[in-house]
């Protein structure tokens, strides 16, 4: 038979059994939740670069000159070798500088993100050693650029802002050259003019247009320290991986 004391002792020794239990069962219960909802880490998603608004072409020149232009040298105009329409124009061929262009009637805008395209073909029976566009402004300043073979004939003084813009086109096949306009700095200017310049030989020269700039390529991120290319990549032409 148990006493009084024996019982107490086995109901104190079963309450505290039963607490261990409650208690491991909380603990797994809290484990349990933990492993089975891992927190979610979210991001806001990547802000889009800004839009850059579309260039409409606008053509300047093209087959003859628009009404109410003022021509200035000898404008020729030649039928047989066309890249654009049905006509072509230039000037006589002579030695040393040369040139025809034209005041417009009413300015014109030439907006960002732009570039300025004329097409141009060089005889390849009697080969230019330069050729120049030059641009004037309605503010009367005048910018340009030039292309030149392996002889400089251009050698614009130190207060010019004319260009040298790359080697001269190949012969004998229409070649259209883009003047970017960010690069003359005359983005939002009024152009009031143009002038097509030789240096000796005989050029043609045909569709003159405004219109959207090529974008330029994108180059790779720069490496970081002990980064390399993975299998397979390279670095394109005009590409670093110095920052």
Not at 37 to 64: C, F, K, M, R, Y
Not at 81 to 100: C, D, E, N, R, W
Not at 153 to 172: M, R
């Amino acid at each position: 038979m148990i006493s009084i004391r024996g019982f107490i002792q086995l109901f104190l020794g079963l309450g505290l059994i039963a607490s261990f239990i409650l208690f491991g069962n909380a603990v797994s219960a809290e484990e349990g939740t933990e492993t089975s909802s891992p927190a979610v880490e979210s991001s806001a998603p990547a802000a889009p670069p800004p839009a850059q608004h579309a260039v409409p072409e606008t053509v300047l020149l093209e087959d003859n000159l628009p009404s109410g232009w003022t021509p200035a040298g000898g404008w020729i105009w030649d039928s047989v070798q066309t890249s654009s329409g049905s006509k072509s124009h230039g000037h006589a061929p002579g030695a040393g500088l040369q040139q025809h262009g034209a005041s417009f009637s009413t300015p014109i805008s030439v907006p960002r993100n732009a570039e300025i395209v004329t097409s141009v073909w060089l005889d390849p029976s009697n080969p230019p050693k330069g050729i120049m566009i030059k641009l004037k402004l309605e503010n009367g300043e005048e910018t340009g650029v030039y292309w030149e073979g392996e002889e400089e004939v251009f050698n614009p003084g130190e207060e010019e802002e004319v260009w040298y813009y790359g080697l001269l086109p190949e012969y004998g096949a229409w070649t259209p050259l883009s003047i970017v306009a960010e690069d003359l700095g005359i983005e939002d200017a009024k152009l009031t003019g143009i002038t097509f310049v030789t240096h000796g030989g005989r050029v043609l020269w045909d569709k003159t247009a405004i219109r959207q700039a090529e974008p330029l390529p994108e180059l790779l991120p720069p490496l970081g320290e002990g980064e390399s290319l993975g299998e397979g990549e390279s670095l394109g032409e005009g590409e670093s991986s110095v920052p």
